[in-house]
């Protein structure tokens, strides 16, 4: 069922339930207006931990905190009413222990009304998913390019090509066999992702993996074109906003140095109009 038929946000066993079924539809938020505009669209929103990148202008997702992801959750929470909220756990968060998992986790949860979160990692945080579904945390899983594992994987690579293949499926089938309700599945070859597709019970959402996944994810400033600094291969700009602000803001401080605007009709008189 899609996000648009539902008078109220589902849960994250309602998007497993969509596994084979009506592509998923999911984007991510980071402030509230953004999230009115695609709650009646998505399944799912995503606060994603690219706000680090999109909003605060880091190099990387790594500098983003728990704070930061509380404070923009909250921001798109108050602007949900029909599409579930997914928060990301940021770097540093839960990879030390299951226990450290869970007390993020669950402040997440607490403090922003979330439904669920997301990590990153395959076989080696599958202990880690399992502690956390068994204590009512619903987790969203993340394989293939890891951001927050760029430094180790070498850069933001294609993952999962030739040998690679295997590690990744296996990975896929760590993360479902643990308890994850859903998978992200993150720049890899279309075959790949096809196949992980196929061979695990939980739906796949795709970002940079083909059409065969059960559902897609894009960072909304990268499809409405208001982040430039880079355009990944697998982004397709559904509009190009951030010329479209560039303009605005140039035709803006043109007609204050030339006293165009404010014009008589932007202002005050001395006496109210009766």
Do not use: W
Not at 39 to 60: I, K, N, Q, R, W
Not at 63 to 84: D, P, Q
Not at 131 to 152: D, E
Not at 232 to 248: D, I, M, W
């Amino acid at each position: 069922m899609s996000a648009t038929a539902r008078k109220t946000a589902p849960l994250p066993d309602d998007i497993r339930a969509m596994k084979g079924r009506a592509p998923i539809v999911s984007l991510t938020a980071y402030t509230t207006p953004m999230a009115r505009m695609m709650d009646a669209h998505c399944d799912f929103v995503l606060v994603g931990d690219s706000l680090g990148m999109v909003v605060h202008g880091l190099p990387s997702t790594l500098g983003v905190t728990m704070e930061m992801m509380i404070l923009h959750g909250k921001a798109v929470a108050r602007g949900l009413t029909r599409a579930m909220l997914v928060i990301d756990m940021p770097f540093g968060s839960y990879e030390e222990s299951p226990a450290q998992a869970f007390r993020n986790a669950a402040k997440i949860m607490a403090e922003t009304g979330a439904a669920a979160v997301k990590l990153e990692g395959g076989q080696h945080m599958a202990e880690t998913i399992a502690f956390l579904v068994a204590r009512g945390v619903p987790v969203m899983a993340h394989i293939g390019l890891t951001p927050q594992s760029v430094n180790t994987l070498g850069g933001y690579k294609v993952q999962g090509r030739g040998a690679g293949a295997e590690r990744l499926l296996a990975d896929a089938r760590a993360v479902s066999d643990a308890g994850a309700f859903s998978v992200v599945l993150e720049k890899l070859p279309s075959a790949l992702a096809d196949r992980i597709t196929a061979e695990i019970a939980i739906p796949t959402i795709g970002i940079g993996a083909g059409a065969g996944c059960d559902g897609q994810i894009l960072v909304v400033d990268d499809m409405l074109g208001l982040f430039t600094a880079f355009k990944p291969k697998f982004v397709k700009r559904y509009a190009e906003l951030g010329e479209a602000g560039e303009a605005a803001i140039a035709a803006f401080a043109s007609e204050v140095r030339a006293r165009a605007f404010p014009a008589p009709e932007h202002g005050f008189a001395e006496e109210a109009p009766r």
